[in-house]
């Protein structure tokens, strides 16, 4: 039996047993209900509300959706991974997994699928209902839903391996939201989901496109909406081969840079810090 | 199994362990006991390969534990302190997880992982077994720890405070479960604690531990003859 395949097997059956425990836990289930409730309720205020650039109109509903879909990517596959693993340094979930063989590649696996599926609830509670509710959100077709396959893929692959990265550099669970938190919600901002990226400064964009985030927006807004959106878009393109470029070289980086990183943070896992880590949180909860 | 010469730790200029020499042969039981803050923590978790010491010698199984590979790593058993893990999952559950690690170093002469319902039922928590593990007493969680330690069937055991908050009816279970392991599996077993009547139970040798030191070694009579010896002299 090959090890390192038997602990990948195990850390996907983590990942899968960890999502259907997600999917009973009332506290999930509210998670859930509150993002689509949320969501929902924004399109139907917004419902008879256009945005126009370069004389060209579209709804707010639907350029918001796509965008409201990328964000969610962003924000669940990167806060979500950094809280686990920063949660799980300090538990003892993670050197709980360095004490057996193998123990780390079948943890890493297991968070990757757990933190993937994850996407497909929080996908469903927004997308089922907005497209009973509101109509001409899919401009495509079969085409299009094939678009926001691979952009969920690609930005999964892209977005996944930053959340790990932060998750293992805090220095605890409360810092997450100041590492972690914030400089995504900076880079959501700027990157074009919420509004068109042109009402920006020229230097603000250009950071924006740096990070993957802007083109998960890009890829989800060319899934929905029709060519004539294109006024919204910064070079009156899709630009459907740099999205790919972008993506691939944030999923290669990642690649390369995560193991190392993880590697690195699980050889400073010890019992004492554990126990550590838990004086700390008692002391922050008096 | 375990051998150490001249092993230090420090922490800046805190020096936590000042030339620990230290050796437990197959099969034996081996108790470092000593008040909190004399490093026995340390040393455990440089044993186990989770801490790089400042100097000194280390061999366990025959390999330095900081640079032993996955193969060694199955042969170890693990009980920490304060493990808050997993608290959605079920005693059966976590067990079948972890075991399953250890099943490509399963070996005729020593199946791993160990078979699930036989250990839960070995750490007595049959009745608990398909509860959540956030509903656990204590005690029972403790119980847990020790059958995740050992469901690898290991060669070597390490027990760090193994029975803190556990009431007298599971340190006596827990008693047992340790003398089982030792004399039907073979197992070595290094554990800390600074009670002196545990240790005196359960060890074959004793180890005390102060200040990063071991001043005194043997079994609890020979600790015992030692004391009254000095308290002659005096």
Not at chain 1, 182 to 196: E, H, K, N, R
Not at chain 1, 197 to 205: D, E, F, M, S, T
Not at chain 2, 15 to 25: A, N, P, Q, T
Request: with cysteine; hydrophobic share 45%; aromatic share 8%.
């Amino acid at each position: 039996m090959n090890a390192t395949r038997n602990a990948i097997g195990l850390g996907l059956r983590r990942g899968w047993t960890e999502f259907v425990l997600s999917l009973r836990s009332p506290q999930d289930q509210g998670f859930y209900l509150f993002m689509g409730g949320g969501t929902l309720l924004y399109l139907w205020f917004n419902r008879n509300s256009d945005i126009t650039a370069d004389g060209e109109t579209i709804p707010v509903v639907a350029y918001s959706l796509p965008s409201i879909l990328a964000a969610l990517l962003a924000f669940g596959v990167v806060i979500g991974p950094a809280y686990a693993l920063a949660m799980e340094r300090e538990d003892g979930t993670l050197l709980r997994h360095k004490a057996v063989p193998h123990g780390m590649q079948g943890y890493v696996t297991g968070q990757l699928l757990y933190h993937s599926l994850g996407l497909v609830p929080m996908l469903l509670v927004i997308l089922v209902p907005s497209f009973l509710l509101f109509d001409d959100l899919m401009a495509r077709g079969a085409s299009g839903w094939l678009t926001v396959a691979w952009v969920l893929a690609l930005g999964l692959l892209a977005t996944l391996p930053i959340g790990m990265v932060i998750g293992s550099l805090v220095p605890g669970v409360q810092k997450v939201g100041t590492w972690g938190m914030l400089p995504i919600i900076v880079l959501t901002a700027i990157s074009g989901i919420f509004f068109p990226i042109q009402a920006l400064w020229g230097w603000v964009q250009a950071v924006a496109q740096v990070f993957p985030i802007y083109w998960i927006g890009v890829g989800m807004r060319s899934a929905f909406l029709p060519d004539t959106a294109l006024a919204f878009e910064l070079t009156g393109s899709w630009r459907t081969g740099t999205t790919v470029l972008v993506l691939s070289a944030w999923a290669v980086a990642g690649l390369l840079v995560t193991p190392r990183v993880l590697r690195r943070m699980a050889r400073r896992q010890s019992g004492s810090q554990v126990a550590e880590a838990r004086e700390q949180a008692l002391q922050w909860v008096h | 199994m375990i051998r150490t010469r001249g092993l230090r730790m420090s922490y800046g200029a805190q020096e936590v362990l000042s030339g620990v020499d230290l050796e437990v042969h197959p099969g034996e039981v081996v108790c470092l006991l000593g008040p909190n803050g004399a490093g026995k923590t340390t040393t455990i978790e440089i044993l186990e390969g989770f801490r790089l010491p400042s100097a000194g010698e280390v061999r366990v199984l025959g390999e330095d534990p900081a640079a032993a590979g996955e193969a060694w790593r199955a042969r170890v058993g693990v009980v920490l302190q304060s493990w808050r893990d997993h608290a959605r999952w079920t005693p059966r559950q976590l067990l079948t997880q972890l075991g399953g690690y250890f099943q490509p170093w399963s070996t005729p002469e020593r199946p791993r992982p160990y078979a699930v319902d036989e250990l839960i039922e070995t750490v007595g928590l049959t009745e608990h077994a398909d509860k959540k593990i956030v509903r656990l007493s204590g005690g029972q969680r403790r119980r847990l720890d020790v059958a995740v330690g050992i469901i690898g069937r290991p060669e070597l055991l390490f027990l760090d405070e193994p029975t803190a908050g556990f009431d007298p009816q599971a340190r006596r279970d827990f008693h047992e479960l340790v003398h089982r392991l030792s004399d039907l599996e073979g197992t070595s077993i290094l554990l800390t604690t600074h009670d002196l009547a545990e240790a005196e139970k359960l060890a074959d040798r004793i180890l005390i531990l102060t200040n990063g030191r071991i001043v005194a070694s043997g079994s609890a009579e020979e600790l015992t003859r030692q004391v009254a010896g000095t308290a002659e002299v005096r």
